[in-house]
T-cell receptor, first 116, second 113 residues
Framework: AQSVTQLGSHVSVSEGALVLLRCNYSSSVPPYLFWYVQYPNQGLQLLLKYTTGATLVKGINGFEAEFKKSETSFHLTKPSAHMSDAAEYFCAVSDQIKAAGNKLTFGGGTRVLVKP | SAVISQKPSRDICQRGTSLTIQCQVDSQVTMMFWYRQQPGQSLTLIATANQGSEATYESGFVIDKFPISRPNLTFSTLTVSNMSPEDSSIYLC??????????FGQGTRLTVV
C-alpha cells in the first residue's frame, strides 16, 4: 500500500519569500510522484511530476521539486511567492510498475496563504 | 492534455434522491477514474471505469451506492444513490496522462440537504 504525508495543512508566506511544501511518501515499489494545485472553486491542475531520470523536476509557474529516494521525499519549492500562488497543493504518488493505471494516492493537502 | 466536460458543475439535492454525474472526454481513453473530495479533505479514488467491463471499486466504495457506466471510450457516468448529507462532496472524473499522472475535470460540487 502507498501513502503520502504532507507536513503542515496550512502554510503562510510573504510575497517574494520562499515557498516550501513538504511531502513524504511510502511505497513498496519505485514511485511516480506528482504535485497538483487547486485554486478556489476549481479542479486540480498538474504542477509537475517525477517519473524517471533527473531527480530535480521543474514545473509550471516557477515551481520545482526534488525526488530524494533516501529520504522518501518530494518537497515542492518556489523561490519567490506571488499572490497568485494562494491555493491548495496536493502531493500524490502512484505505482511506477502500474503506471498505466495512473491510480493516485493523495496527501492531505497544504493550503498556502500569501501575505502582501 | 485532454478536454474533460463534467456535468452538472454543481447541484443541491434532497436526501434520499440520486444524482447522475456525466463525464465527457474529447479523446478515446481506456480508463477513466472517479474521485471524491469531501469538504476540507483530500481526494479519494472511488473507482476505475473500464470500457466494456465492470468498474473496479476501491475499498470502502460499493457499486450499489456509486453505480458507474462506461458505454464507450469517451464517456462515463457516476451515480450517487440514496444520498445523505455525508455525500456532500466534490466529485471529479479524470483520465490518464501520457507518461504518468492523471488529468482532472472541473468537478461536480454536490450539496445534499
Amino acid at each position: 500500500a502507498q501513502s503520502v504525508t504532507q507536513l503542515g495543512s496550512h502554510v503562510s508566506v510573504s510575497e517574494g519569500a520562499l515557498v516550501l511544501l513538504r511531502c513524504n511518501y511510502s511505497s513498496s515499489v519505485p514511485p511516480y510522484l506528482f504535485w497538483y494545485v487547486q485554486y478556489p472553486n476549481q479542479g486540480l491542475q498538474l504542477l509537475l511530476k517525477y517519473t524517471t531520470g533527473a531527480t530535480l523536476v521543474k514545473g509550471i509557474n516557477g515551481f520545482e521539486a526534488e525526488f530524494k529516494k533516501s529520504e522518501t521525499s518530494f518537497h515542492l519549492t518556489k523561490p519567490s511567492a506571488h499572490m497568485s500562488d494562494a491555493a491548495e497543493y496536493f502531493c500524490a504518488v502512484s505505482d511506477q510498475i502500474k503506471a498505466a493505471g495512473n491510480k493516485l494516492t493523495f496527501g492531505g493537502g497544504t493550503r498556502v496563504l500569501v501575505k502582501p | 492534455s485532454a478536454v474533460i466536460s463534467q456535468k452538472p458543475s454543481r447541484d443541491i439535492c434532497q436526501r434520499g434522491t440520486s444524482l447522475t454525474i456525466q463525464c465527457q472526454v474529447d479523446s478515446q481513453v481506456t480508463m477513466m477514474f472517479w474521485y471524491r473530495q469531501q469538504p476540507g479533505q483530500s481526494l479519494t479514488l472511488i473507482a476505475t471505469a473500464n470500457q466494456g467491463s465492470e468498474a473496479t471499486y476501491e475499498s470502502g466504495f460499493v457499486i450499489d451506492k456509486f453505480p458507474i457506466s462506461r458505454p464507450n471510450l469517451t464517456f462515463s457516468t457516476l451515480t450517487v444513490s440514496n444520498m445523505s448529507p455525508e455525500d456532500s462532496s466534490i466529485y471529479l472524473c479524470s483520465v490518464p496522462l501520457r507518461g504518468g499522472g492523471t488529468f482532472f475535470g472541473q468537478g461536480t460540487r454536490l450539496t445534499v440537504v
